[in-house]
């Protein structure tokens, strides 16, 4: 199965430490086995649908052998070895990954604006481009009554992240708004982590 | 920040991180418990301090204890102890 990893810089597994043997030359990677105890220590990668809960550095095209268990966000073999590096994923690329995540939040809370009869509110975010000036509305905005006010509070704590270079976690509070937009339908947040994870796949050029 | 009620909590995987390095967590566990560390970089930091600590804790051998601090410490478990009841 070909699968995606996102690493630390220099192909450091975030989480284990472990460092990955990289291709040369363009060829594959050598294959690493899992230690001990599969499935419960595996090799994990995840598929495009993950993409957007596992942000790192580095993303990597990984190959998996059989059997292959799809778990709910990630998916784990016996085996595995890196095939190549998605060139496209990056510190530009993170940011603007953070930046539509935000922008589409942005929609959600002014639809959410226009619902509860504040039409010039929304039409203010609407107007907003950039994450510079999407945060300072989305404060002003705080004045608004209670169910607004904690939209809004989202919001600017999503834009205000993706400026302080917190991608991961913009993006994570991005798709939170979809809950509380669509009247506390817990499904929407990972409706809209999909979406998020098509718009990386169809960036990077993953899709198919 | 309101987390997904499918995440975990900073409390929660604080409660859960010696199982996490023991390597004992169920998977389902597991994923919630890296899923968060993506977002959560003060949780991150934790990790970090509870791997350093393990490590360096772990070269200690029992002759390296001063014995004054090997009988504070002796002390203070057992006080300890009495303070909690002095369970089994």
């Known amino acids: ?208 | 920040m309101i987390v997904n009620p499918d995440d975990l909590s900073c409390q929660e995987l604080v409660e859960l991180v010696t199982e996490y390095l023991e390597g004992s967590l169920p998977p389902r566990e597991r994923t919630r418990f890296e899923m968060h560390l993506c977002y959560c970089e003060p949780c991150r930091a934790y990790l970090r301090q509870m791997r350093e600590m393990t490590r360096l804790a772990g070269r200690l051998p029992e002759e390296a204890i001063p014995a004054t601090t090997k009988e504070a410490l002796l002390h203070a478990f057992r006080d300890w102890k009495r303070d909690t009841g002095g369970g089994t």
């Open chain 1, 1 to 208: 199965m070909i699968a995606y990893k996102f690493l630390g810089s220099g192909a450091i597994a975030p989480f284990t430490g472990f460092r990955w043997p990289v291709p040369a030359s363009g060829e594959a990677g050598p294959w690493v086995e899992a230690r001990s105890s599969f499935p419960q220590r595996g090799i994990h990668a995840c598929r495009e649908v993950d993409l957007a809960y596992w942000l790192d550095a580095e993303l990597w095209r990984a190959e998996l052998t059989d059997p292959v268990i799809e778990d709910r966000r990630q998916v784990v073999s016996s085996r595995g070895r890196l095939l190549s590096r998605v060139a496209g994923w990056g510190p530009e690329m993170s940011a603007r990954f953070a930046e539509q995540a935000a922008l589409m939040a942005r929609d959600r809370v002014a639809a959410a604006l226009d619902r509860a009869g504040l039409a010039p509110l929304a039409r203010v975010l609407e107007g907003c481009a950039d994450l510079l000036d999407l945060g300072a509305a989305a404060r002003t905005t705080l004045q608004s009554p209670a169910p607004v006010a904690s939209l809004a509070e989202y919001l600017a704590e999503a834009a205000e992240s993706a400026l302080a270079g917190d991608h991961a976690v913009s993006a994570y509070i991005s798709a939170r708004v979809a809950v509380p937009s669509a009247g506390g339908d817990e499904t929407e947040f990972a409706a809209e982590r999909e979406r998020q994870a098509r718009w990386l796949a169809e960036q990077l050029g993953l899709c198919g």
